[in-house]
């Protein structure tokens, strides 16, 4: 049985007792626990089940590797599900329920899988859902829908009850690991004069190196690791953060990582996870290595456990997993485990080694009386729930003449890998290491910087090494490397000396015993989680999956929420023997990120509830607020619909502010456009190509409308241009496409056109802009000059259509833009955002004895629908180009080339047969359908009527006191005068007849005047 020891737990205050819960019975632990070292302390050998065969599953590691060991920790809205056992730390009142069962983890029905398990091999649901063909919606997906997932997903109705966020961090040297490998290169890089963050993903510095042993110039690894600690803590040029994980490596030496704040002290206040977005000039990964486990027939028992695990257990917890154990290895290090667990006073029976020869470590484990049995494999450990005998046998054989032994634990040691995650993520490949049978990182193609360079440097175990001695000469070069690379000269010292136990070399053994029968193959187990085996990969090789990906997603072979930490080395030596070929020939899985799980919540931070996506205000609000505004969603804003009078509709609201526009003087805020700063000596090259016409040739003061298309020729937004001075344009985008065609822009910037001298900036919120609108307009403008003795001249002689230009309006700091969106007389102000409300306070005020009336957007809409004026979001799709809608002329003929330019010549963009925009009108007055379409006669191969076009903005026109729309017809400017039909979801047909899309002041004599 698993218990605790009375001496040993460096980690652990035997002071402090804590209480936990694990499936509603109550356990003790002490303060240092982690959750897993308190079950097995409590001998909770089982924990879970595993995914496809419900196999009872016990902790088989020690850190975030754990496959097994994952449970729904916290009730209501603090419940997480598949959390690691291995990392969770034990706190008060602890609650913790198992996983994967029903319905209950001892008696589990889903276990009935593992007697049809040799009906159920990988790959048997490709064979299995398609036949017969009405099962799939009736049996297959339902039952497939029920078995996905693992865990229990919160309760939708609960809303998480902590907090998070976000930190951003900018760093000369970021290291990742804080073991003596971690510890060493960040003082390298520290002492360079380099500003150095230093991050570790558990609650303590130095790794492995204090279980372990060792000395360091001639102290014990942990005093040399509590010394590191302290210089580090006393420079003022490091940070250093323990709970903290690398989770991923990105382009830019951008990282990112995840800071568990409060998991271990629930209650106190402040955020629980943190996410920081770290920027470095160098990444050093020292990660350190994963211990890999042996395949052998029932590897996956309760009580079966990774021995440098085992020794963790012993060493930091002062648990014993077993109190006869055996030990099954292909390397030395595992016999530490032994020595260590005989020091302990617990009893090893026998040292497993499938190596016919060991080091000075096998002869101190004899001097302890523990036997060694050399050559020999596991062939067998029997037990269900937890581990009761194990049968041994010759390694080169198919597992015959088996002696069996009576035990309760099994610790396995296959051998050391690199954790190359970090290195992997942003391009960095992988060599083989022949002699000690992992992949490690090839200095030679590091990840690559923006200078072409890499940036990217591996220490430690996580490059290779292995030994103490050597793991401190690599981290010292490491830091030393990243000091250079940040632009730093490291200060020139020897590394320190480790010193350890010499080893003798490993033995590549991905199979015991190497020739294992079929009958032993199907219950050696490669991923513990999702029940993958050894037989399993050898299936899919037979069956023609040659590659690695390939096997992987056919077998789901390091697919767990583990991403096959454990698992994918033996895999990949099982298949590369299977295909008879070399394991580099055979390659890896492609790592990703995060390196291990991180929180929903961590990655939105404070993105949540009213600030998730916060409603963005103009300056004005709250006045359109008090004075009936009627609130519409336009992107992230609020804009008003229409400003509604007490016992006055919307719909009569809307049909006042639009005669009043036309007859008087209306007000618009228009603040929530975009407004975008493009500076540069190359602004003018870059807007080019962006926009389907000329930008460069602009003059200074004048303003254009311009089209963007995207490189697929669709048209994505269109606004006004202003040209500021030589070098400085303003683009207006729509109110929705101002964040999107920002991060357009930025994206061509930095992707295809990244040396050309152009900035953007996006100003929108800066400003507050109100358009002045009707015949009154002008007059409204000049009352305000008036009223200030004086002001910008507005005439249409000083600022003729289509111009701008800075100056004083009133009291008011402005820039009038002499444009219109609505065909009348018509004046855009911007003005500083502090000065909106007061001057639309103003022209309210002014403008009493010129009608002035505010309106919103839908009168916007209903005029420029009037003029034929098209819309982004009504008149597009994401389908639409420039020559459906009539827009040639906005097509340079001059410029060599423009994003979608080459897409407009395609044949289907040229094809005559495409939709085109015209207006149409019932013909009894009434308003269409939006987004009713236009049928032919006849029926399509579906029965259905041809269709011939859509209605894309229909409105009433007060104005002209009848229904009118635009819509893209087929050949629709070649009809003119033709009636088409509308059927619409009411049930009736409408009848419109194609009209010019212009409906009011063709000539436009209006806006002119």
Not at 729 to 737: A, I, K, P, S, Y
Request: aromatic residues 8%; proline residues 5%.
């Amino acid at each position: 049985m698993s218990t605790r020891l009375a001496k040993q737990g460096r980690l652990i205050n035997r002071s402090k007792q804590v209480t936990f819960t694990f499936n509603g019975t109550s356990m003790q632990g002490y303060e240092g626990d982690t959750l897993a070292s308190a079950l097995l302390a409590n001998d909770q050998m089982m924990v879970g089940r595993s995914f496809k065969y419900h196999r009872p599953r016990g902790v088989v590691a020690s850190g975030a590797e754990e496959p097994n060991a994952l449970v729904g920790l916290g009730q209501g809205n603090r419940f997480e599900p598949n959390q690691r056992t291995t990392t969770t730390e034990l706190f008060n009142g602890l609650t913790a329920i198992s996983q994967n069962h029903w319905p209950n983890l001892e008696f589990d029905i889903g276990a009935v899988n593992t007697a049809f398990a040799r009906f159920l091999p990988a790959g048997f649901y490709y064979k299995t859902f398609i036949h017969p063909k009405p099962f799939w919606k009736h049996v297959y997906e339902p039952f497939i829908r029920q078995s996905a997932g693992l865990g229990k997903a919160p309760d939708k109705d609960s809303r998480d009850a902590d907090t998070y966020e976000h930190f951003y961090h900018f760093t000369d040297v970021l290291v990742i690991g804080g073991g003596v490998a971690g510890l060493q290169a960040a003082k390298v890089a520290a002492q360079s004069g380099a500003k150095v963050m230093l991050i570790e993903q558990t609650a303590h510095w130095g790794g492995r190196a204090p279980v372990d042993g060792g000395t360091v110039d001639g102290e014990p690894v942990d005093k040399f690791v509590e010394q590191l600690v302290s210089e580090l803590e006393a420079m003022d040029n490091v940070t250093m953060r323990i709970r903290c994980m690398g989770a991923g490596v990105y382009d830019h030496g951008y990282v990112l990582g995840y800071e568990r704040l409060t998991d271990h002290t629930p209650g106190v206040q402040g955020p629980r996870h943190r996410l920081w977005r770290i920027r470095a000039k160098q990444v050093v990964t020292a990660t350190g290595a994963i211990e890999r486990p042996l395949s052998f027939a029932g590897n996956d028992v309760p009580g079966v456990m990774l021995a440098a695990a085992m020794r963790d257990y012993v060493v930091n917890w002062g648990v014993t997993p077993g109190e006869r154990v055996i030990v099954a290895t292909n390397n030395d290090d595992a016999y530490r485990t032994a020595i260590t667990l005989k020091q302990a006073g617990v009893d090893v029976l026998r040292i497993v080694d499938a190596r016919t020869a060991a080091g000075p470590l096998a002869e101190e484990a004899r001097q302890l009386g523990i036997q060694v049995d050399p050559g020999k494999a596991i062939a067998k450990v029997k037990g269900g729930k937890r581990v009761k005998k194990v049968a041994l046998c010759n390694q080169e054989g198919i597992g015959g003449a088996r002696e069996e032994v009576e035990c309760d634990a099994v610790a396995m040691s296959g051998g050391w890998s690199p954790v190359v995650h970090m290195w992997s993520h942003c391009g960095g490949k992988l060599i083989w290491d022949e002699a000690n049978a992992h992949f490690r990182p090839d200095p030679e193609r590091p990840p690559l910087g923006a200078n072409g360079e890499g940036f990217v440097v591996a220490a430690g175990s996580a490059n290779g090494p292995l030994a103490l001695s050597d793991v401190l000469a690599d981290a010292q070069t490491a830091g030393e490397a990243a000091a250079n690379g940040a632009g730093f000269t490291p200060k020139t010292a020897d590394a320190p000396k480790g010193e350890t136990t010499a080893e003798a070399p490993m033995e590549p053994v991905w199979l015991m015993p190497s020739n294992a029968e079929i009958s032993l193959r199907m219950k050696s187990w490669l991923d513990f989680q999702n029940d993958v085996k050894v037989s399993d990969v050898q299936l899919a090789a037979r069956e023609g999956y040659e590659s690695v990906e390939h096997t992987k997603r056919y077998t789901t072979l390091g697919m767990a929420t583990d991403q096959g930490k454990l698992s994918n080395i033996n895999g990949l030596a099982i298949l590369a023997d299977a295909l008879d070929a070399e394991i580099p020939k055979v390659g890896t899985t492609t790592f990703r990120p995060p390196y291990t799980p991180i929180s929903l919540a961590s990655i939105g931070g404070e993105a949540r509830g009213e600030v998730f996506q916060p409603i963005r205000q103009t300056p004005m609000h709250n006045w359109h607020d008090k004075n009936g505004a009627d609130w519409e969603p336009v992107g992230h804003w609020r804009r008003t619909y229409a400003y509604v009078r007490p016992g006055e509709s919307v719909h009569d609201a809307v049909n006042r502010e639009v005669k009043n526009t036309r007859e008087n003087l209306g007000l618009l805020d228009a603040s929530t456009l975009g407004k975008l700063i493009v500076k540069g000596p190359d602004a003018g090259k870059f807007l080019d190509m962006l926009y389907t016409n000329m930008m460069s040739t602009l003059k200074v003061g004048k303003c254009r409308y311009g089209l963007m298309c995207s490189e697929n020729g669709f048209l994505i937004d269109d606004g006004v241009v202003a040209r500021i001075d030589e070098d400085t344009w303003l683009c207006h985008t729509t109110t929705g496409g101002a964040e999107r065609i920002h991060g357009h822009m930025e994206e061509w910037l930095q992707t295809e056109w990244w040396d050309w001298k152009v900035y953007v900036a996006n100003v929108t919120e800066q400003y507050a802009q109100v358009a002045v609108v009707g015949p009154n307009a002008r007059k409204v403008l000049e009352k305000l000059n008036a009223q200030a003795g004086g002001g910008m001249d507005l005439s249409k002689e000083a600022l003729p259509f289509m111009e701008w230009r800075d100056g004083k309006i009133g009291e008011f700091d402005a820039r009038a833009y002499r444009i219109s969106f609505s065909g009348e007389l018509s004046y855009e102000i911007a003005v500083p955002a502090s000065q909106g409300q007061a001057f639309w306070d103003a022209l309210i005020a002014a403008g009493q004895e010129f009608g002035v009336m505010p309106y919103g957007t839908e009168c916007l809409h209903i005029l420029r629908a009037e003029k034929g004026f098209i819309m982004i979001g009504d008149e597009t799709d994401g389908t639409v180009i420039p020559q459906d809608l009539g827009l040639h002329w906005a097509l340079s003929k001059k410029k060599e080339d423009y994003l979608g330019k080459r897409a407009h010549s395609r044949t289907h963009m040229a094809d005559p047969e495409r939709w085109k925009l015209v207006g149409l009108e019932t013909v009894d007055g009434s308003v269409l359908p939006d987004g009713a379409y236009a049928v032919s006669d006849g029926v399509n191969a579906n029965g259905q009527r041809n269709m011939i076009g859509r209605v894309t903005s229909t409105y009433y026109s007060a104005n002209l006191d009848k229904g009118i729309a635009m819509g893209l017809i087929k050949h629709g400017p070649d009809r003119m005068g033709e009636i088409v039909e509308f059927p619409g979801t009411d049930g009736k047909t409408y009848k419109a007849k194609i009209v010019d899309p212009i409906f009011f002041d063709k000539d436009g004599e209006k806006q002119n005047v």
